[in-house]
């Protein structure tokens, strides 16, 4: 793992799926464009692939410091507003 992305290491989420916003409209609960901007910090220190998006790279497991259910996000991790978000959307503070 690259130290930028070491467990305890702050983020700030730049994009998402490498977009800055949606390319097509989705549910307010799957709009996790909203997060853009926010900072959280790396949980873990496994980085992992997504099945459907293997050519995305790995991903990280984030918690933010936003509460996403306040902001009617899906998020169902084991670790409260913690989502796994793929390491080229991400940018070490």
Do not use: C
Not at 13 to 41: A, Q
């Amino acid at each position: 793992m690259s130290a930028e992305f070491s467990i305890g290491r702050r983020v700030v989420l730049v994009t998402f799926h490498g977009e800055p916003s949606s390319p097509t409209p989705v549910e307010v609960d799957d709009n996790y464009w909203n997060l853009i901007g926010e900072e959280g910090v790396i949980e873990s220190e496994i980085l992992k692939e997504h099945s459907a998006y293997p050519e995305k790279g790995k991903r990280a497991l984030v918690k933010f410091d936003k509460d996403l259910s306040s902001l009617g996000l899906v998020n169902h991790n084991q670790t409260p507003n913690s989502l796994w978000i793929f390491i080229s959307d991400l940018k070490g503070i």
